[in-house]
């Protein structure tokens, strides 16, 4: 068995991990990340695309990059608004109009991508494609990380902190003392989509129809990323091309004439809809980031935002605690953290319940849809309403 001392050990080297990892190394405490995935199998793992404007400050101004090659700045398109779609009319939110801020198109790949090199450029001890992850010793002053690597051999990594980013099958967060956890199930799903074709609309449009929702995402000028609301049960494989195109056509069809671009679909697979919440995110010397502590349904892409903004009130308390050795900085972690994701959760829940169509919901002209449609005429002619949207839409303020 190897042994290893470090000071934070961190299960789970996604973009969660790897972000506390490089704050972490940039206030001088050193962290071993470790992870069952291989490097390769995180980073083809398509996931959403949106960054709020401080998950972008969080990329650009902490030394991510070398200086002058911000690559979510170069790289990523600056979105100053989304379209909802309803009643086959597209209407513009302009966030920077309303609340003067962005968001960023720049997939959670690229994220991982990046910090992933970060770390390997300042010497970040990083270990992937391990087995048998499991933590000990929690009652102690210090906890320890075991796992085996590819040949079957043991490690050890004995350290004064445990990070559990281990995403949302995590094994860390059934560790946390004294847990009370919270769902929510929606009786639908997504069906997301690659498709080699040009973009269709300068900015994302979120659409409700009679048929669903449907969401018009990007990627390159070549490739984009679609979704379109499916039962849960859906199997991804039984949709050829034509099937997902005359879906995703019928509901963005409208008077307006708007014209959705084809082409070869290139990845397609059903995405589960779930909210679920942990709290404490924290005991004794173990807490969780992002996935592992809470999930949020898709509409409105707040997960990986929501585990960056985990990952910086944690730095601050982790620095506060070994840093300065002031241990008690890590009681105000999951209040912090909680506060924005419940608004998270309700932010993601509304815009979900807001352009969904629930299942049994009758074919036309029902109490629901006439609300919804309700909901969105007083949300795009009102100033108040829109800035509401745009105010979650592109990141509250971490305080
Ligand atoms: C994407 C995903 C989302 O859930 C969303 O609300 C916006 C964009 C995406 O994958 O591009």
Redesign the pocket.
């Known amino acids: 068995m190897t042994m290893t001392r470090t000071q934070v050990a961190i299960v789970g080297g996604g973009p969660a991990g790897l972000m506390l990892s490089h704050l972490l190394h940039g206030s001088g405490i050193e962290c071993v990340v470790v992870d069952n995935r291989t490097v390769e199998e995180i980073r083809t793992t398509?996931?959403?695309?949106?960054l709020e404007r401080d998950s972008v400050r969080l990329l650009a101004e902490t030394g991510v990059y070398a200086s002058g090659h911000e690559r979510v700045i170069t790289h990523g398109d600056r979105h100053g608004g989304i379209y909802l779609r309803f009643g086959g009319e597209s209407h513009h939110i302009d966030f920077e109009e309303l609340v003067g801020a962005s968001v960023w198109?720049y997939?959670q790949t690229d994220v991982f991508v990046d910090l992933h090199a970060a770390r390997v450029r300042d010497g970040g001890d990083l270990r992937y494609g391990i087995t048998d992850t499991a933590v000990h010793d929690l009652d102690t002053d210090l906890p320890r990380v075991t796992y085996a690597d590819a040949d079957g051999q043991v490690h050890q990594v004995t350290a004064d902190l445990v990070v559990g980013a281990d995403g949302s099958r995590s094994i860390c967060r059934d560790l946390v003392a004294g847990h009370d956890r919270y769902f929510r199930e929606y009786p639908f799903a997504w069906f997301?989509i690659l498709c080699e074709a040009p973009r269709s609309s300068p900015e994302?449009i979120?659409a409700r129809s009679d048929r669903g929702f449907a969401?018009i995402?990007?990627?390159t000028d070549t490739v984009q990323?679609m979704?379109f609301q499916c039962d849960p049960t859906e199997d991804a494989s039984a949709w050829s091309d034509d099937r997902i195109w005359g879906e995703l056509q019928a509901r963005l069809a409208g008077p307006d004439g708007f014209e959705l671009s084809e082409g070869p679909v290139i990845e397609r697979t059903v995405l589960p809809f779930r909210s679920f919440v942990q709290t404490p995110m924290r005991s004794g010397r173990l807490l969780l980031a992002g996935d592992a502590a809470h999930t949020v349904p898709?509409?409105?892409?707040k997960g990986l935002n929501l585990a960056l903004a985990d990952t910086r009130v944690l730095a601050e308390v982790v620095e506060r605690a070994l840093g300065k050795g002031d241990l008690d900085a890590l009681d105000d972690y999951t209040d912090r953290a909680l506060a924005r994701v419940w608004k998270a959760q309700h932010f993601s829940y509304w815009m979900t319940t807001m352009l969904h169509r629930a299942p049994g919901q009758r074919e036309h002209r029902d109490f629901d849809e006439l609300r919804q449609l309700g909901e969105l005429t007083s949300l795009v002619s009102s100033e108040a309403g829109a800035t509401y949207l745009a105010e979650g839409y592109t990141g509250w303020p971490t305080p």
Do not use: E, V
């Open positions: 398509h996931r959403a695309g949106i198109l997939p997301g994302l979120y969401l995402s990007q990627r990323r979704y898709p509409t409105g892409a």
